[in-house]
Nanobody, 127 residues
C-alpha cells in the first residue's frame, strides 16, 4: 500500500510562511493528490488538490492567492506552499492520494476518492 508522510509543519506568526511536503513510498504518477486540514472540533476540509499529468489545480476559496500546490513526480513528493498565514489556518494538514484515470481532474469535495492518507502535520499560526 502507498505510504504518505507529511512534514514541514510548525508554529509561525500571522503573515508568515510554511512549506509542507508529502513524501510517498512509490510513484505518484497515477494519482491525483489532495491537501486537507482539520481544526479541533471541525470536519476535515479540502484545501487544495492537483491532478496527475496535466497538473490541474483546485483551491478552497479561503486560501486562494495565498497557497500553492505543486508536485515533483520524479521525487515522489507533493508540496503545499503556504504564505500570508492566518490564525484560521491552524489545523492538522493531511496529504492524500487518489487513483485517477483522468490526467486533468482533481476534486476537493469527495474525500472518499482518496485511498491513501498520511498521518498529518500540525500547523499553528499565532496572532
Amino acid at each position: 500500500q502507498l505510504q504518505l508522510v507529511e512534514s514541514g509543519g510548525g508554529l509561525v506568526q500571522a503573515g508568515g510562511s510554511l512549506r509542507l511536503s508529502c513524501a510517498a513510498s512509490a510513484t505518484l504518477d497515477y494519482y491525483a493528490i489532495g491537501w486537507f486540514r482539520q481544526a479541533p472540533g471541525k470536519e476535515r476540509e479540502g484545501v487544495s488538490c492537483i491532478s496527475r499529468r496535466y497538473l490541474s489545480t483546485q483551491y478552497t476559496d479561503s486560501v486562494k492567492g495565498r497557497f500553492t500546490i505543486s508536485r515533483d513526480n520524479a521525487k515522489n513528493t507533493v508540496y503545499l506552499q503556504m504564505n500570508s498565514l492566518k490564525p484560521e489556518d491552524t489545523a492538522v494538514y493531511f496529504c492524500a492520494a487518489g487513483w485517477s484515470p483522468s490526467p486533468d481532474i482533481c476534486t476537493l469535495l469527495a474525500k472518499g476518492g482518496y485511498q491513501h492518507w498520511g498521518q498529518g502535520t500540525q500547523v499553528t499560526v499565532s496572532s
